[in-house]
Structures are given as structure tokens and as C-alpha cells.
């Protein structure tokens, strides 16, 4: 349905604009800007700052007619208000004039700067906004030029209140606007920041214990209109006007939120470049002008760790010593040339697709294996039945259902969780199968609870309870799935749905119930008709930044890595450390023949190797990654590659070079083309393409600072959707695959439940040393009878037996965790991909507090 | 455990009563009342408690004590005294009885008596412009107005007050 | 002439339940549950042409009327904040004739089909909200309210709701957000609350005093209530009045009334031989009137108090004899309004703060020549800027102040009030 248009007139300008829009709006569309603080159009008006306030007529209506009354020229007669209206708050209706440069207006603007400026210190000189500042601007513009207060008088207040670890507060900067409160409770859902006392005196507190305790607290400083709220990070780092923006992805999770590097060359740093901070990148497909803290603070802070690879190392007596390019390459290439009959290349999603790519073509020459490390299937299946480009969660609503299925949405794609949110908000069902609470729950219009293992067979359940009319579709043995009232009243309502997307993601399932979970999935996509068109589809929250690109490059996860690895001729490892996240694995890397390492760092599984080759992280480099909702999107280099590193596509291609395979090694972009020309999904695409951008809505980041100046409009690109295939061939087959997965079955044994959290100890996450208040000690979550059963109580120590390691960790007991159940927190210390087994006892005698413990002692 | 629920399960059911299921927020203010009767003042763990409860957060649990002036953060006295001195009781002489008030008590203004016993406070006015001066006193009791009173009635009130606590306190 | 709405002082022990229900106590609500449509009770009110008694005036049938019927359920709240500087009524009625103020309630919960209702008081109302308590569960028990009343299907519940400290939550829609949990800010207007109010609920918003005037109504009819008051401002007023006279208190009378006969008459006149010298007719939140005999004759209505310069608001008459300076009156009301100001908007905010300490300069005797235009100015400043009508309150004594009584300012040392 075609939205109704408004035209009216804002200083002379006619413009036309749908109904419903806040005049502030319209006039930001043609043109003009009006000055606000406390609007944001991405928050529900408030009208609390009355900055914005404008002279609003309105044309006479004959009480008789119902038409305009005309004046002597045949115009409409304006009638305009007594007093001066917010346009933050005033919504556009036909014929309605809008005067912003009048005397009045300005002069009524230069009030209300007045008296914001009674409070506020000045301190511009020495302020991170200065430069970025919205009241500093308008102040220009409007201020008067002396203050009428007595400096005396004003109220002086604390300048460094910590609200957090990640975030501090100006109280005499803040102007009260609640941008940041309710940015919090709106849009994050989490309302740990409010406005204390009242008049004069009020000012922004949290009681949460950490403080601030959010994921999406650095979100606003960047809506902040005034340097009041600041970043750990970033505080005093820089001037604004001596950075430079370099457009990037963030690499810690699969949603791909558009990044933009703030970089400057730095004495302190040698005079290196170095990434100051990380900014939003607008793009309302993706992130819109959000990120979550964990990219906003730890996207660049591992690039820069002194810990990193600057040259190639060899094995030689034993030891690995520094070699150079030439003698590692050479030698990696003649081990590979006589590997060809059990070549083995593991690689991870932290790759880029040009990356990936000429691993593959290498492996496929070599005859070998392409590997992909990664404990969730199903990216065959994505590419298959993955959502249609044109696919955007900003226009879920009326009619749409997302369903969740074993994901804590917030952990894992946490700007999905903001969208899944804000959808259901906006009237959109959402459906939550989860196997425990989670926050994403609390949105829920249907929200289901499983048993651990249990994943698969409820989504086959819910197609069970739809498909019974339409029986011939569906295989016999699904009646051994039956749904319960709940799980039929949120299949009907998901049938129901005019659009439908199903999205799966890593708690408590391992790699072969996620394959499940995917194929379950599909089949009830497809029964349901949400498939093919924008709006419906697969999708997977990702472990890794990359992996959809992973399996659109070909590669595949392993059945049996430790068999694959202990029997491979010759190992290349690029971006993987299986040993440090498996212990077992160091054993089957000592039959394998030959070990290539290509990394950042000198992992555990690197020191094992007999080639250990460096490689450029990607904020030195450009490239593509394929987010989770199947958009390729280029990255820019934004600093200067460290040491002797090379981009890994490089590295791969002078190896081929030395074995006679031809492949393009120089230029991303030239790799880019020849996946383009090799990948179907990715026929047609070019790096040009994907730098296009479109116009988005708000309008960020222009002169004046409308967002509160610290957001980037997107002018690098933002990127391209991929058609699914079935899309494509406009086919849509599924096949129906019993549930494979087998639950762990041992008398009385607990089962081990793997869990994502998004603050995890990765080696991309503990570099970041302001985050690293904010990450949990490795622990265990146990059943308050289990525990009670082991003699442990919250806060104590158990030894824990797992996966061949056995470690000494913290037990938190809590209702939360079902009997039987150990949750196991993926990226702590303890390997762990699937449900397995596992060993738990009391620790005979407590270590010392293990504080900021990277892994877990032995 | 939450010291509201085991304290006063029956204030608390009552409370949430009054509001639709769905609303258990406007329960609030009551609550926060209620946290604050024994001490007079609501601290950190009232506020979770509270918080609970309601189903909203510490954080917001304390932008609303904050806000509202008859709840205290800090501690003081358990009598808190409070004297209007608004305009159309300072028209009747509430200044000078608030001012000589404090002089007999030996506070400043906005203080509490040496033994800790008597918070004494200006207020805007209470709804009785006709019987100045007035004043009203803040304890577990709740909020009792005394109105038309000289220094000396209001110093033999605040006497009898501070025995009905000290007597409570020790038994 | 016999009392309306304190009752009381006619009928001792009112605030009995067995001695409101002897003189006629719940017949109107038995009336309208009984025999007359919602509509019609609407159209009673409407007629009598009673205005809203908590200070802006607005016809009451007429509010009642824009309750929207799209959106259920819908509440009626009573609003019993009364925290207006000079304003002590709702609290007289509350005390003394409460089950009057309560049948009000409930006859304007059928009126607009609302099943429950919140009295929300001001937090000092701590004994009264106690009282009511007792009077609603006296109610319960008696058959006023509950389940099937009178044996129809219409139910109703009555709650009480203590705020904590704080003026504005007397502004209806700051009301809400208190009674919500919330800290009192009042919220954009439109929507307005029979749209959208109490939980997003339509719901009605009224006065005390208002609600204490539906049953009679009710019960004698519009054309009866009309003969009291002029045509504009039918009715009675309970009268506040305070500061400089004889017998302050509260007096109960027709609109119109003229300022002489309420504080001549009535109060006794000003004490120690002094003139008066000012009048504030709506609390610290009036434009100040000067005492000529002009406006002392001035009756007192919604329409006729303005030709003096001020409004009649909630009708809480403060009077300032001639030994006060206005530059103090005028620093008392900043001293509340900065204390009262919720912090929302800017103007109200930063404006309240600013012309404290300007005022304070002038008060202590540190004011330059300037800081009486200045604070003039800043007053300007403010007007027609802020959210709600506390802003603009607070410069209605500063404006009216310098502009009617400018050599109180200007002359610095006189400024303290005289002895006593
Ligand atoms: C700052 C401010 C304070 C107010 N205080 C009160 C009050 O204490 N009591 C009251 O009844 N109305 C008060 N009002 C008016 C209410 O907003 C509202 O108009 C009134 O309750 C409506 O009831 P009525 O129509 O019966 O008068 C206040 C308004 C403002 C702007
Ligand atoms: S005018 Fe004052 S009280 Fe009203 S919203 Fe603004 S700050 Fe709050
Ligand atoms: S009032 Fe409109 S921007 Fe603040």
C-alpha cells in the first residue's frame, strides 16, 4: 500500500513527503536543517529540548465546506499558531507552512542555545566532540557572543564520572537531551541508565551492577550531541579533525555491521597509523548506525598487539627460527608438491572470500581437502534457501514472523537481537525456541522452551502440526515428532505470517545438530511458503565473520578433524588454532607429514608447525567478506601492514606460483574478479559494485551534525545481497532428513552444553584491554541439585574433566541450569563444540583467584 | 532473599493488587515507601529489592527515588521535621519560626540533632496555608501534619517523638 | 446560604458513611447506575456547565465527553496532588466530606465506563490517603463498590496512590507517569489523556473539587447548579485564601464573588492596620494583581479575573499586605519553581536556575543595575518556550512583578520583609 503524501511549504521550498512525517523530517529531506538536541530520528520524538521550535501555520478551514478559505490572490488563508510549535514533534499535514528562518524563530533558537550554554562549561578547546559538536556548531550560529551569567553561578559539576569500565560522563557537558536513556531503553532494552533527581539538578546515573552493564553502551557517545558521554577507549585519544575515516566490517560476528576506522599517524607509535577508534558505519540494511561494544572496542586492538608475527619462521633443529620469505615459500612449496596424496588445508571464517578462494583453487590442484573449522553446518543450505536479497530487518512488522531457533540472538548476532527486538515492537511476531531463557525471550510473542537435543526434532514438530493437512508432502516418520498446544500455536501463527524467516544459531548444539537444525528449518520454511521471496529464508548466526563465504568458497567442515589432520601427507593451516582450542589435537598434528601455520600470532597450534608464515590482519588490507544474511562487503585497509606480513590470499598464491598454478596474487580485487568468474553466486559482482552505495534514511554525519555528528554516512559502499540459489532457479525442493545428532548417553554422567557469550576470550577479544574487566573468569554453570550432589556452591572450584583437558574452573550455580546439564561457555579454556561428556569435582585446594585469566591452568 | 517479600509479604500482595497484573511497575512508589520505613532511607539492596519486584531495573528503581523528594538516600534522622516555608506561610512568619526553631534545636538548616535523632528541613508548601506555622514529621509512621504551632509546642512534639523512637529502639 | 461541597460545616460528621448516607449519600451514583445512560450523565454535566476545578478551567461534561470509545478499558483519576502554593481545598474535602468527593468519582468512572479508578494524592496526604482508604473499603462493604453494583452489571474499584514530593505531578499527564511507576514528567501533548492515558488507556483526569460538584449535580439537576456563579463560570468555588488577612481558610462561594467580599467579608480584612497591597488569585503561579480598588471589586470568575491582568486558576487567593516588598514575593515563587522544575525541558530547566540566582542577587543586595531587566528578560526568555505550564508559571510573578511593581526591585536594602 502506497503511503499517503503530504505537501506543504517550509521556507518557501514545496516539499512533498509521506504522512505521518515529523516536520523536522521533512524539512532535513529538502534540505533544511533545523537545529535539535534532543531529537533522534531513530528514537520516538520527545520535544524535551525545544531547540527545534519553528512558526507552524496551518491553512483556514470554512467550518461549512470543509474547504481551504481563500485569500484575495485564490490562496489558502494560513493561520498561524500564537506560539511556536517543536517540529520534532509536529507532524506534516497538507498545506501546511513552515517558517525556520524567521526573525522570531532565530531569535527563539538563540534563547534556547542561551540558556543551555548557562550550564554548560565551553571547554571545547579540550573536549573529544570538539570539532563533532552539534551545540558547538549551533553555538556559532546563534550563540550570543558574551554570557549574561556570572561565570560563578554556573553549576559546576564532576567532569570524569566512570558510569562503567567502557564509559564516562561530563555532568557539566551533559545537556539533558535523554538521547543516551533512552537510547538504552528503546532501542537496546536495557534501561541500566536514567536521569537522577530532577531540575537543575538532574543527571544521568546507573545503578546496574557492573556499571552501565550493556552491550551497546559506546552507541551513545555517538548520539551524545555533546562530548558528555565518552569512551574508555577513545577519551582524550585524538581530535576530532585529525582523523582519518576508513571504511571497514566488523570481523567479530556474521551480521557484518559497516565499520569506519578513525585512524591518525601517531609519534608514540613510531610514527605508525593507528586506529584511534571504531565508528558505525551507516548502512540501514545491515547495522543501520548501530555496533555492539565488543566491535566497537576490540576490532582493532588485536591488529596492533605487540604479540603479533612480523616475519616467517622455519623449523630448524627443533626449534623455529626467523627465515625469509623466499626460503619459506620455497620450502612450503616443494613439501606441498610431493603431499598430493592426502593434502589437508583447514581454514577459518575469519578469512576473507579472496582468501578462501585461492586456498581452494590450491587444494582442489593438490587434490586435497578444503576444511572448514567451525562447529554449525548448514551453509549449504543458506545458499540454497537463505533469505532473498531485499531482505531488512529495519521493515519487519504487521505480517512478519522471525523465529529463533537455539540462539541467544543478543550473544551471537547481537545486532539481530536489536532488530528481532525493535521487529516485534513494531507488531512483527517473533517466535523463541530456545533451550533456556534468553534475553531476546523477553520479546517473544510465542516463546517455546526445549530440551537440550531437542532443537531438531521441535522444529519437525511445528512442520508435523502444519503439514497434517497436507500430509502427501510430508515423510511418515515425522508423526514421530508430535507438537504440543504451544508448539502448534506458534507453527500456525509462522504459517500463518505473510513473510517468514527462520534464524538458527550456536547454543547447546554441536555441528551435526545444527546440520539439523538447518534442515529442519528449510523443510518447515518451505512447507510454510517463506521461501524465495525478500523477507523469508534461512538464516545462521555465525560463529565466525566469514563463514558464509567460507562455504560459498567450498569449504566444508571435517567429520573427523583429528583423523584428517593425523593422516594428512601435508597440513596448511591459515587462520585456525585447533590445537589451542582442542588440546587432543596437538597429538594428530605430530603424524601429520608437513605443517604449515599462516597467522597473526604464534598460536599453540603454530608452534607446533615446521612453517609458521604471517599474515596481514585485515585492517592492513582490503577484501570481502559474505555476511550471515549472504551480503558481500569490502573492507579497506586502514593501517600499514606490520612488519614483513602479507595479505593470506598472497601468501597462497606465491606458493602456487612456485608449483606452476597459476593465480592472482596482487590485488584483492583482481582475486575478487575471478571468484566472480568462477562462484556462481557471485556472477556478476564487482568490487565497483559493491563500493555502490543508495541513499539512506536518516541522513547521517552531514555539516550539521544531525545525529549528534559522530555517526559516518556510507559513501564506501554497501555492499551486495546474493540471490539464493532456489531463488534463482525459481525451484524449491527440499529433501527430509531424520535429525542425526546423537545426545550423549552415559548413566549418571552430566553432558557438557556448549554456550556462546559474545564477551568471549578469543584471541581477537583479549587484546582489548578495556574490555577485559567486562569478560567473565573461565567457569561452569551447574544445577543447584548437582551441585549440592558435588558439595560445590556458587563461586567455588570444581575440576573439570572435558574433552580430554582437565582444568580447574569456577562454578556458578544457578536454577538456570537444567539437572544433569553443565554449561560450558565456548572460548573460555575448556574445548568444547558439542554436547559431550564431562567430569566435574570439587577442587581439593583453591588457587588463588585467577584474575583476567586468558586460559585455564592445566 | 528479597527483604520486602519476607518483611511484608501481605503490604507487598496488597501493593500489586491495587494495579493491573501487567502494570506491577506502578507498584513503585508504594514500595520504595515501604523499603523506607524501618531506616528512613532507602539504600542500594532496597532498591533491588524493589526492583524485583517490579520488574524493572536498580537503575530505574533510583531515577524514580531521586526524582521524588519525600524518599531519602541518604541517611538521617528517623524523624525528619519538616517545616513549610513556602510564600503564603512565610507571609504568616514561618521563617522566623523555622529559624528559631532550629536555633532551639541546635541544627542548621537541613541538619540532623547531634544524637542523630531529629532531621530538620524547610519543604514548599503542604496544603495548609491557613494554619502556619506547619509542619509535618517523616518517620515509620508515615507523614503526620501539625499545624498552628508555636516553637515551643513543636519542641514538646519533637521530644515525645524522640522517646516514642529511642523506646522502640530499645525494645 | 448552605454549603455544596463542605457539607461538613452544615452537617457535622459527614465523613461518616451512616450520616453522608442519612442525608442523601449515594443516590445520585444509585441514580445514574440504575436509570440513566452513560450519555445522559455526560449531558447533565456538560449542561450544568462545570469547569475544571484544579486550575485551567476546562468544561468538565465537555472532557468527559472526548473520552475515546476505540480503546479499552478506560480509567478515571482523581487528581488530589493539590501542591499549588496557597491552594489547601481538595484536602479540606478529602477530611471532612470525603464519600461526596468519592460518589463524584464513581459517577464519573460510569459516566465514561471506566471499572476502576485512581485517587492519586500528593505523598504529605499520607493520613488522608489512609482515611480514604478506610472510607473505600467502608464503600465496599456497604455495596458502593465492587461487583454488580445495585444489582446492574456495572462494576467499579476505587484505589488510592501516594506520590512522593513533588508539584508537578499535579500537571495531569506528569500524574500519569507517576501513577505508572515513573518519574513525574509530564509527556507531549496531544495525545491527550481521553485518548491516551493511564497505562496508554483513555482516561479522565480530575480535580478534587471538580468531582466533589457531580453529585449534587446529579442529584438537583444542571438548571439548578446554574443558579450559582454567572453564566461562563456557573457554580460554586471553594476559595483558598491565605497570607496577610484576618481569617484565612477556606470559603465556599459563588463564582463571581468579588475579591472585597472574600477578603473583607470573609477574611476579616488585613491585620495590624495594614493595606493590602497585591493579590496572587492562582497560588505562586499567578501573575500578581495590584490591590486597586478597581480589582478588589473585580469579581471572581474565569472571565473577569483576566480583565486585572492575572487568571483565576485554582482560585487560591494569597494576599500581601503593603509591608511587603514584591522583589521578596517574587523571590519566594523562584525559590519554589526551581525547586519544583522537573528537569525535562531546557527553558524551565536552565530558566528557573538562572532567575533564582539573579533573583537571589537582587535579594541579598549584590544585584547590579542590570539584573533587574535581566531577570525581566530571562522571565521573556522563557514564556511560550516550555513543555508544560510549569515553565511559564514560574515567570508569571517575575513578569507581572517588575512590570506592576518595579520600584521594590530597584530600590536594593527595603527588599526584606518587615518583622512578624
Ligand atoms: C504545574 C501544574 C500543576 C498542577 N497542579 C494541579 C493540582 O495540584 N491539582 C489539580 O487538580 N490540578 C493541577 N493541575 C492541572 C491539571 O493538569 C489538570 O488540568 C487538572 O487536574 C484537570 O482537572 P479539572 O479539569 O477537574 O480541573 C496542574 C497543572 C500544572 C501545569
Ligand atoms: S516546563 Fe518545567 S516542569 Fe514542565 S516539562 Fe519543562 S522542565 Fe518540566
Ligand atoms: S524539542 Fe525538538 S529537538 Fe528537542
Redesign the pocket.
Given at each position: 500500500m502506497a503511503k499517503q503524501m503530504v505537501t506543504l511549504t517550509i521556507d518557501d521550498q514545496q516539499v512533498t513527503v509521506p504522512a505521518g512525517t515529523l516536520v523536522?523530517d521533512a524539512a532535513k529531506k529538502a534540505g533544511i536543517d533545523i537545529p535539535?538536541?534532543?531529537?533522534h530520528p531513530k528514537l520516538e520524538p520527545v ?6 521550535l519553528v512558526e507552524v501555520g496551518r491553512p483556514m478551514m470554512d467550518r461549512a465546506t470543509g474547504k481551504p478559505i481563500l485569500d484575495a490572490d485564490g490562496k489558502p488563508k494560513i493561520q498561524f499558531g500564537r506560539t511556536l510549535e517543536?517540529?520534532?514533534?509536529t507532524l506534516v499535514s497538507e498545506g501546511m507552512v513552515v517558517r525556520v528562518s524567521s526573525p522570531q524563530v532565530e531569535e527563539a533558537h538563540k534563547d534556547v542555545i542561551e540558556f543551555l550554554l548557562t550550564s554548560h562549561p565551553l571547554d571545547c578547546p579540550i573536549c573529544d566532540k570538539g570539532g563533532e559538536c552539534p551545540l558547538q556548531n549551533l553555538t556559532m550560529e546563534y550563540g550570543v557572543g558574551e554570557s549574561r551569567f556570572i561565570f560563578d553561578e554556573k553549576m559546576h559539576l564532576a567532569k570524569n564520572v566512570p558510569l562503567g569500565d567502557l564509559i564516562f560522563l561530563d555532568q557539566e557537558r551533559c545537556i539533558q537531551c535523554s538521547r543516551c536513556i533512552r537510547f538504552q531503553r528503546d532501542v537496546a532494552g536495557d534501561p541500566v541508565i536514567h536521569f537522577h533527581e530532577r531540575g537543575r539538578a538532574t543527571e544521568i546515573i546507573t545503578n546496574s551492577e557492573p556499571g552501565f552493564d550493556s552491550y551497546w553502551s559506546g552507541n551513545t557517545t555517538d548520539i551524545c550531541p555533546v562530548g558528555a558521554l565518552t569512551t574508555a577507549d577513545f577519551r582524550f585519544g585524538a581530535r576530532a579533525w585529525e582523523l582519518k575515516a576508513t571504511a571497514s566490517i566488523c570481523s567479530q560476528c556474521a551480521v557484518g555491521c559497516n565499520l569506519t576506522f578513525n585512524v591518525r599517524r601517531e609519534a608514540k607509535a613510531g610514527g605508525r597509523i593507528v586506529i584511534k577508534r571504531v565508528m558505525p558505519r551507516q548502512n540501514e540494511e545491515v547495522n543501520e548506525i548501530w555496533i555492539c561494544d565488543k566491535g566497537r572496542f576490540t576490532a582493532h586492538h588485536y591488529t596492533e598487539s605487540t604479540d603479533r608475527l612480523t616475519q616467517p619462521l622455519v623449523r630448524k633443529n627443533g626449534e623455529l627460527v626467523p627465515t625469509t620469505w623466499e626460503e619459506a615459500l620455497d620450502l612450503v612449496a616443494r613439501r606441498f608438491q610431493t603431499s598430493l596424496d592426502s593434502f589437508v588445508t583447514l581454514a577459518s571464517g575469519r578469512l576473507s572470500n579472496e582468501d578462501l578462494f585461492n586456498l581452494r583453487q590450491l587444494t582442489d590442484k593438490l587434490s586435497g581437502q578444503s576444511l572448514l573449522d567451525t562447529y554449525m553446518a548448514g551453509g549449504d543450505l543458506i545458499a540454497e534457501f537463505g533469505v532473498a536479497a531485499g531482505t531488512n530487518f529495519t521493515d519487519f512488522g504487521p505480517g512478519d514472523a522471525i523465529m529463533v531457533v537455539a540462539s541467544d540472538l543478543e550473544e551471537e548476532a547481537p545486532i539481530w537481537y536489536l532488530q528481532a527486538k525493535q521487529a516485534a515492537e513494531r507488531g512483527a511476531i517473533l517466535i523463541v525456541l530456545n533451550q533456556r531463557p534468553t534475553k531476546i525471550a523477553r520479546y517473544a510473542t510465542h516463546n517455546l522452551t526445549c530440551a537440550f537435543g531437542q532443537e531438531a526434532a521441535s522444529l519437525l514438530a511445528m512442520a508435523n502440526a502444519i503439514g497434517s493437512s497436507e500430509i502427501s508432502r510430508l515423510p511418515d516418520w515425522i508423526k514421530e515428532f508430535p507438537a504440543d498446544n504451544a508448539l502448534r500455536l506458534a507453527a500456525q501463527a509462522f504459517a500463518d505470517a505473510q513473510n517468514g524467516v527462520i534464524i538458527y544459531g550456536q547454543q547447546g548444539i554441536g555441528l551435526q545438530a545444527s546440520r539439523d537444525v538447518a534442515q529442519a528449518a528449510a523443510n518447515l520454511l518451505f512447507l510454510t511458503d517463506h521461501l524465495g521471496r525478500p523477507k523469508n529464508g534461512l538464516l545462521a548466526a555465525w560463529q565466525r565473520v566469514n563463514d558464509q563465504g567460507a562455504w560459498d568458497m567450498g569449504f566444508r567442515p571435517a567429520e573427523d578433524l583429528k583423523a584428517d589432520l593425523s593422516q594428512a601427507s601435508a597440513a596448511y593451516i591459515v587462520a585456525v588454532d585447533p590445537v589451542g582450542d582442542q588440546p587432543v589435537l596437538a597429538e594428530a598434528l605430530q603424524h601429520a607429514g608437513f605443517v604449515v601455520v599462516q597467522e597473526l600470532f604464534l598460536t599453540e597450534t603454530a608452534k607446533l608447525a615446521d612453517v609458521v608464515l604471517p599474515a596481514q590482519a585485515y585492517t592492513e588490507r582490503d577484501g570481502t567478506y559474505t555476511s550471515a544474511a549472504r551480503r558481500v562487503q569490502r573492507f579497506y585497509p586502514a593501517a600499514l601492514p606490520l612488519g614483513e606480513t602479507q595479505p593470506d590470499f598472497a601468501i597462497t598464491a606465491q606458493i602456487a606460483d612456485r608449483m606452476n598454478i597459476k593465480m592472482e596474487g596482487s590485488l584483492a580485487g583482481r582475486v575478487f574478479q575471478q571468484i566472480a568468474k568462477n562462484v556462481v553466486a557471485y556472477e556478476n559482482l564487482t568490487y565497483r559494485k559493491l563500493a555502490e552505495t543508495k541513499p539512506q534514511w536518516p541522513i547521517v554525519g552531514r555539516g550539521d551534525l544531525y545525529y549528534g555528528g559522530t555517526s559516518y554516512e556510507n559513501s564506501q559502499g554497501v555492499g551486495v545481497a546474493l540471490r539464493p540459489a532456489s531463488q534463482v532457479r525459481k525451484l524449491f525442493r527440499v529433501t527430509w532428513e531424520r535429525p542425526q545428532a546423537e545426545w550423549p548417553q552415559m548413566e549418571d554422567a552430566l553432558v557438557a552444553v556448549p554456550l556462546t557469550r559474545l564477551y568471549d576470550r578469543g584471541t581477537t577479544v583479549t587484546p582489548a584491554k578495556v574490555l577485559t574487566p567486562r569478560l567473565t573468569p573461565p567457569h561452569v554453570g551447574l544445577n543447584p541439585e548437582d551441585a549440592a550432589r558435588l558439595g560445590v556452591s556458587d563461586g567455588g572450584l570444581v575440576v573439570v574433566s572435558l574433552n580430554g583437558v582437565t582444568g580447574e574452573v569456577y562454578a556458578h550455580v544457578s536454577e538456570r541450569t537444567p539437572a544433569g546439564i553443565v554449561f560450558v561457555p565456548r572460548s573460555l579454556g575448556l574445548p568444547i563444540d558439542a554436547p559431550s561428556p564431562v567430569g566435574v569435582r570439587l577442587a581439593e585446594k583453591a588457587l588463588a583467584r585467577p584474575s583476567n585469566l586468558q586460559r585455564i591452568t592445566r | 532473599m528479597n527483604r520486602l517479600l519476607k518483611e511484608y509479604p501481605q503490604e507487598v500482595e496488597k501493593t500489586l493488587a491495587k494495579y493491573p497484573l501487567e502494570q506491577k511497575r506502578s507498584a513503585v512508589m508504594p514500595l520504595l515507601y515501604l523499603a523506607q520505613r524501618d531506616k528512613m532511607h532507602i539504600d542500594r539492596q532496597d532498591m533491588i529489592d524493589v526492583a524485583e519486584i517490579c520488574g524493572i531495573t536498580e537503575t530505574e528503581v533510583k531515577a524514580i527515588a531521586g526524582f521524588y523528594t519525600l524518599y531519602h538516600e541518604e541517611p538521617g534522622g528517623k524523624i525528619r521535621v519538616q517545616v513549610c516555608t513556602d510564600i503564603a506561610c512565610a507571609l504568616r512568619g514561618a521563617d522566623e519560626f523555622y529559624a528559631h526553631l532550629c536555633e532551639r534545636l541546635g541544627v542548621e538548616d537541613g541538619g540532623t540533632t547531634p544524637d542523630g535523632a531529629v532531621t530538620v528541613e524547610q519543604v514548599k508548601c503542604l496544603a495548609a496555608c491557613h494554619n502556619v506555622p506547619v509542619f509535618q514529621v517523616q518517620n515509620a509512621d508515615g507523614l503526620t501534619y501539625y499545624e498552628n504551632q508555636s516553637v515551643e509546642s513543636a519542641l514538646e512534639i519533637i521530644e515525645k517523638l524522640r522517646q516514642g523512637e529511642s523506646q522502640e529502639e530499645a525494645a | 446560604m448552605s454549603h455544596i461541597l463542605l457539607r461538613h460545616r452544615d452537617i457535622p460528621d459527614i465523613n461518616k458513611l451512616d450520616v453522608y448516607l442519612a442525608n442523601g449519600g449515594f443516590s445520585a451514583f444509585r441514580k445514574v447506575v440504575t436509570g440513566m445512560d452513560k450519555q445522559a450523565v455526560v449531558d447533565e454535566v456538560k449542561k450544568s456547565g462545570l469547569r475544571g476545578r484544579g486550575g485551567a478551567g476546562f468544561p468538565t461534561g465537555l472532557k468527559w465527553s472526548f473520552i475515546d470509545n476505540n480503546s479499552w478499558p478506560h480509567y478515571v483519576v482523581a487528581n488530589a496532588d493539590e501542591s499549588e502554593p496557597g491552594t489547601f481545598k481538595d484536602r479540606e474535602i478529602m477530611e471532612q466530606n470525603p464519600f461526596q468527593f468519592l460518589e463524584g468519582v464513581a459517577i464519573a468512572s460510569y459516566a465514561v465506563g471506566a471499572n476502576a479508578a485512581y485517587v492519586y494524592l500528593r505523598g504529605e496526604f499520607w493520613q488522608q490517603a489512609h482515611f480514604l482508604d478506610e472510607c473505600i473499603a467502608e464503600m465496599e462493604k456497604a455495596g458502593f463498590l465492587g461487583d454488580n453494583l445495585f444489582d446492574t452489571d456495572y462494576s467499579l474499584r476505587i484505589y488510592t496512590h501516594l506520590g512522593a514530593g513533588a508539584y508537578i505531578c499535579g500537571e495531569e499527564t506528569a500524574l500519569l507517569e507517576s501513577l505508572e511507576g515513573k518519574r513525574g514528567q509530564p509527556r507531549l501533548r496531544p495525545p491527550f489523556p481521553p485518548s491516551v492515558g493511564l497505562y496508554g488507556k483513555p482516561t479522565i483526569v480530575n480535580n478534587v473539587e471538580t468531582l466533589t460538584n457531580v453529585p449534587p449535580i446529579i442529584e438537583r439537576g444542571a438548571d439548578w447548579y446554574r443558579t450559582f456563579g454567572t453564566e461562563k463560570s456557573p457554580g460554586v468555588k471553594i476559595f483558598s485564601l491565605s497570607g496577610n488577612v484576618e481569617k484565612p481558610g477556606n470559603y465556599e462561594l459563588p463564582l463571581g464573588t468579588t475579591f472585597r467580599e472574600l477578603i473583607f467579608t470573609h477574611g476579616g480584612g488585613i491585620p495590624n492596620g495594614r493595606g493590602v497591597k497585591a493579590i496572587m488569585p492562582a497560588g505562586a503561579s499567578s501573575s500578581v494583581i495590584v490591590a486597586t480598588d478597581e480589582a478588589l471589586d473585580t469579581p471572581m470568575d474565569y472571565e473577569q479575573v483576566q480583565n486585572v491582568g492575572s487568571v483565576l486558576g485554582s482560585a487560591s487567593v494569597i494576599v500581601i499586605d503593603d509591608s511587603y516588598s514584591m522583589e521578596w514575593v517574587v523571590n519566594k515563587t523562584l525559590h519554589f519553581f526551581k525547586h519544583e522544575s522537573c528537569g525535562k525541558c531546557t527553558p524551565c530547566r536552565e530558566g528557573t536556575y538562572w532567575m533564582l540566582n539573579i533573583s537571589n542577587r537582587i535579594h541579598q543586595g549584590r544585584g547590579s543595575a542590570q539584573d533587574v531587566d535581566l531577570l525581566y528578560d530571562v522571565a521573556k526568555q522563557i514564556q511560550s518556550k516550555c513543555l508544560c505550564a510549569l515553565g511559564e508559571f514560574s515567570t508569571m510573578a517575575v513578569v507581572t512583578g517588575i512590570e506592576r511593581f518595579r520600584t521594590d526591585f530597584d530600590s536594593q536594602g527595603q527588599s526584606t520583609p518587615a518583622e512578624g
Open positions: 523536522v535539535v538536541f534532543c531529537h520535544g524535551m529540548c525545544r531547540m527545534c517543536t517540529s520534532c514533534t | - | -
